[in-house]
């Protein structure tokens, strides 16, 4: 590494100001008012919206979500299911078979805009809506809607009667206004994959059969009126049938509102040192009373390693509900399916858990960038899980070795290189060809690409960034841009062609030893090649004098500086050496070290595997 270079990038680091980004976000304040009637599975709404379009631009129309009208025969959703090659088994053809009272629907009565009737259309699962007079910028317009909707059998996300027989998982259910940013208006038609939305505040009124225990989004107000349905602690008891009782949640800057309500749920709280209260719902039965009341103190220590690792939680609840079809994460709560074993049903919790941070704080358009929501969850969510399996928290599982546990995502990302079906990080969610490439692309290398950036720009660093990164963006819809430049500014290092070609791109990464020789009368020449497309920087363990250990760190040319430190290889006894630049261009790359040939036992690129070279066989050199 010439002397130059460290010294730019360490002129670059002192100059580097961490400065909050001038983004506008749009806002809305909802008020709904639910009827809802459980012999039919409907209700009727009235929704107030009060939205404020802190964009520079005048808006003459708006959209809204509705979502429910996806789960009906020759909907978008239904063909898509029905057309991709590998179809989702929660879906498939089961739309194409529902009867008229098994669908979804919202069924527009009304709208008003500022108190006057607007034309509307609905148009699959979006609303569109023409506005008379425009919403100019900096202002704010009221939406007053009246609606009726059915409920669908549970088949995705949200629904009735769920395989584990939850009366309502209520996910994805209500006209929802669409998102406008910089990019202008988000209006996807909803065919499965994921969601983006304003951050506002939520106030929801839901009247239900007295039988029903609710849980929601939110902090439920009304404790008086509810009366007998909580005790003064806030846990549920049962209700005889009969009239019903409303209950009034509010929420504050969450971008989505979830609930659900069955007869039998158990609830279960507790209260964080912190004054996080943590709610727990589910059906008492014999695949449930042994897990569930183990988990809360599972996700009290991963609360304390998240809040510490990935930055503070911004809410003062959350709520784990026992509902939906798998795992899916909303604002201050997660559905998920309970009849798991202990390990399996941490896991999922886990992962929804984290989705609190890099979708429902970070919030980025998951449609665009779903690897940085379910990719950095997914990373993250490993880091977790290592963590309670050190603590002894995952009872039958051992610790694993902190550099063991990302092993698999490289795995399941050589799998699909290999199956030639691959495409990038930048394709939109709704556009890939197979679920089996989005899935690979969003969760798989979306973590790889933590993981392997940790590589390059060593662990303090990144460390250091992952907190950074949601201090500066939480709340504000950052872009792949945005979290790079980030890590930019905490390494010093410039990483704009890590971000090209990792997610704009699908070339591979793969090097090699490719001669090892004599030099002179005390050292040894190591010839490397750069077989695949991508370039990244290196890190060779050369073992040698009888296990002997020195880690040759090669950085790119175009990275303008280099790792200074990483504690994931710079253990005790190794040396470190920052070596030459290698310009991408250049196949091969040559370098002396000051041994004899002879006392040369082993070359290893990518010790710590934290990159994605697709044929490892080349990798290890052994005299």
């Known amino acids: 590494m010439k002397k130059l270079n460290i010294i730019i990038g360490l002129l670059l680091l002192s100059n580097f100001i961490f400065a909050q980004p001038d983004r506008w976000q749009q806002a809305i304040d909802y008020k709904m008012d639910i009827d809802f009637n459980v012999e039919k599975h409907q209700f009727k709404g009235k929704q107030i919206a009060v939205y404020t379009n802190n964009s520079p631009d005048e808006l ?147 009247s239900i059969d007295r039988s029903f225990v609710v849980a929601a989004t939110g902090f439920l107000e009304n404790w008086g009126n509810i009366g007998a349905g909580y005790e003064p602690d806030g846990t549920a008891v049962r209700l005889a049938k009969g009239e019903k009782l409303t209950w009034n949640f509010k929420a504050k800057n969450v971008h989505d509102f979830v609930w659900a309500a069955d007869p039998d749920y158990k609830h279960v709280k507790s209260v964080r040192p912190d004054g996080l209260t943590v709610h727990y719902f589910y059906i008492d039965s014999d695949k449930t009373n042994v897990n569930w009341p183990m988990l809360p103190k599972a996700m009290d220590r991963a609360f304390d390693f998240i809040n510490k690792k990935y930055g503070k939680y911004p809410y003062k609840q959350y709520s784990f509900i026992q509902g939906g079809d798998g795992g899916m994460e909303y604002p201050q709560a997660t559905l998920i399916t309970g009849h798991r074993s202990f390990k399996s049903l941490v896991g999922v919790s886990i992962h929804e858990l984290m989705h609190s941070w890099y979708q429902m704080a970070l919030g980025t358009n998951e449609s665009l960038y779903g690897w940085m929501d379910e990719g950095f969850t997914s990373y993250a969510s490993a880091e977790v899980m290592n963590f309670l399996a050190a603590e002894g928290l995952l009872p039958g599982t051992e610790s694993k070795a902190i550099e063991d546990i990302h092993k698999g995502d490289y795995f399941g990302y050589a799998n699909i290189v290999a199956s030639g079906i691959e495409e990038a990080l930048s394709t939109h969610a709704d556009h890939f060809n197979t679920n089996y ?187």
Request: proline content about 4%; some cysteine.
């Open 60 to 206: 003459n129309q708006i959209f809204y979500h509705l979502y429910f009208n996806a789960f009906q025969p020759g909907s978008m959703m239904d063909v898509r299911s029905r057309t991709i090659s590998d179809a989702s088994s929660k879906i498939g053809s089961r739309i194409e078979g529902l009867k008229e009272n098994e669908i979804g629907y919202h069924k527009i009565k009304s709208l008003k805009h500022n108190g006057k009737k607007v034309k509307y259309e609905v148009v699959g699962t979006i609303l569109e809506v023409m506005l008379d007079e425009p919403i100019k910028a900096n202002s704010s317009a009221t939406f007053e809607m009246e609606f009726e909707s059915q409920v669908p059998v549970q088949i995705r996300r949200s629904g009735r009667n769920n395989k584990e027989g939850i009366d309502y998982s209520m996910a994805q259910w209500y006209p929802k206004m669409c998102e406008y940013d910089y990019q202008g208006w988000h209006a996807n038609p909803y065919i499965a994959r994921e969601f983006y939305g304003i951050w506002g505040d939520f106030e929801v009124n839901i």
């Open 437 to 623: 490439a989005y899935s690979i692309a969003s969760y798989v290398k979306g973590a790889v690409f933590l993981h392997q950036l940790q590589g390059i720009i060593g662990k303090e660093a990144f460390d250091k960034g992952m907190l950074t990164y949601y201090d500066t963006w939480k709340f504000k819809h950052p872009n792949a841009n945005d979290f790079i430049r980030v890590m930019e500014k905490e390494s010093g290092i410039e990483l704009d062609w890590y971000r090209e070609y990792w997610v704009n791109s699908t070339h591979t990464i793969d090097y090699g030893v490719k001669n090892v020789e004599k030099a002179g009368r005390k050292t040894t020449k190591i010839t490397l090649e750069k077989v695949g497309r991508m370039p990244m920087a290196l890190d060779v363990l050369i073992i040698h004098d009888g296990g002997k250990q020195m880690i040759a760190h090669i950085p790119l040319q175009m990275m303008r500086g280099a790792k200074s430190q990483d504690s994931m290889i710079m253990k005790k006894g190794t040396d470190f050496e920052v070596m030459e630049d290698w310009p991408w261009v250049n196949p091969t790359y040559e370098f002396e070290i000051p041994c004899k040939l002879k006392e040369v036992e082993q070359i290893i690129i990518d010790p710590t595997w934290r990159m994605a070279d697709i044929d490892r066989g080349n990798n290890e050199w052994n005299n």
